[in-house]
């Protein structure tokens, strides 16, 4: 009963001294004195400039976390806007981190703005970005590292990613093809998911406005399911979907679809396809005025790269 006791007193001292540090580094420690040192290693990384319009706020308990109010990042060897965000916030969960575990807690974006573009010659103002940064550039970049990963980061050796939740308010995002001349933009685009981790079913809420030249489309999107990946295998599964479509699409005005299903099963390694009970209702007006409406139901539809 003494060791029990003792070992109690132990753990409940460790975990004062715990908190009182955690509570001097919040009280002493100011990030935003590393602002520069920031803006000039993403320099030196990436030949890009980095911005950080507001404080820096971080918070040790219940778990780690840095709010890094508005960021803004140039296209590469220029000061042209390539991203910028109003407000990004990420946390992660403090006890995983002593068993080698990153659980990234919550990832909140809201304002995002971005402008991707790929250039006559084939090139990319975000390739670098995919591939390492600086090394990539050069050809020397390593592979992404996968979801939850900074961009150009990879993950740490030992390290699992976990994302519980990620949330992405108002957000804007432009492609344009200096190629083909295609041009796509997606506007108040909201998402929430639940927790992201490998075989793990997880909410999607996504909606969003979508506009292109080719195919001619001007719609708003929404999609609500519940998915299930596996990035190693390229295997994704959804389940419950419920989905619309409304407003313009190539020779279809007032189009409005509806799209209801219990499962789609991809297996992208193997080219298997699997559809159970979707459903997909649509209504519009052709330009030369005639009315369309049609339905489709199918109740389970195999597809493989031999049937």
């Known amino acids: 009963?003494?060791?029990?006791?003792?070992?109690?007193?132990?753990?409940?001292?460790?975990?004062?001294?715990?908190?009182?540090i955690g509570a001097y580094v919040a009280a002493t420690f100011n990030p935003n004195d590393y602002k520069p040192k920031i803006i000039q290693l993403v320099k030196e990384k990436t030949g890009r400039t980095l911005k950080l319009g507001g404080d820096i706020k971080l918070s040790f308990w219940p778990n780690i976390g840095a709010d890094l109010g508005k960021v803004w990042l140039s296209d590469k060897g220029s000061d042209k806007q390539f991203a910028s965000v109003e407000r990004a916030r990420i946390s992660l969960k403090l006890l995983p981190l002593l068993s080698k575990k990153l659980i990234v807690d919550e990832v909140d974006l809201k304002g995002l703005r971005a402008d991707l573009v790929r250039f006559k010659?084939?090139?990319?103002?975000?390739?670098?970005?995919?591939?390492?940064?600086?090394?990539?550039?050069?050809?020397?970049?390593s592979k992404s590292g996968g979801g939850g990963s900074a961009a150009g980061g990879g993950t740490q050796p030992g390290f699992n990613i976990d994302i519980a939740h990620v949330g992405i308010e108002d957000a804007a995002v432009s492609y344009a093809d200096q190629q083909t001349g295609a041009q796509y933009a997606v506007s108040d685009l909201n998402l929430k998911?639940?927790?992201?981790?490998?075989?793990?079913?997880?909410?999607?809420?996504?909606?969003?406005?979508v506009r292109s030249n080719q195919p001619q489309l001007n719609a708003k999107v929404k999609l609500k399911?519940?998915?299930?990946?596996?990035?190693?295998?390229?295997?994704?599964?959804?389940?419950?979907?419920?989905?619309?479509?409304?407003?313009?699409?190539?020779?279809?005005?007032?189009?409005s679809a509806t799209l209801a299903g219990d499962n789609v099963d991809a297996r992208l390694?193997?080219?298997?396809?699997?559809?159970?009970?979707?459903?997909?209702?649509?209504?519009?007006?052709?330009?030369?005025?005639?009315?369309?409406?049609?339905?489709?139901?199918?109740p389970q539809l195999t597809l493989t790269s031999k049937q």
């Not at 080219?271 to 005025?289: M, Y």
């Open 225 to 255: 399911t519940k998915l299930t990946f596996d990035l190693e295998q390229q295997h994704y599964v959804l389940q419950d979907l419920d989905g619309g479509i409304q407003g313009d699409a190539a020779r279809m005005k007032n189009l």
């Open 1 to 20: 009963m003494k060791i029990a006791k003792y070992i109690g007193i132990a753990v409940a001292a460790i975990i004062v001294i715990v908190i009182a």
């Open 269 to 298: 390694a193997t080219h298997e396809f699997v559809i159970r009970k979707l459903g997909f209702d649509v209504t519009g007006k052709q330009q030369s005025g005639g009315e369309v409406s049609a339905k489709f139901k199918i």
């Open 121 to 141: 010659d084939g090139k990319t103002n975000f390739g670098d970005l995919l591939g390492g940064g600086a090394a990539a550039a050069q050809g020397g970049g």
């Open 193 to 209: 998911t639940g927790r992201l981790a490998p075989n793990v079913p997880t909410t999607i809420d996504f909606a969003a406005a």
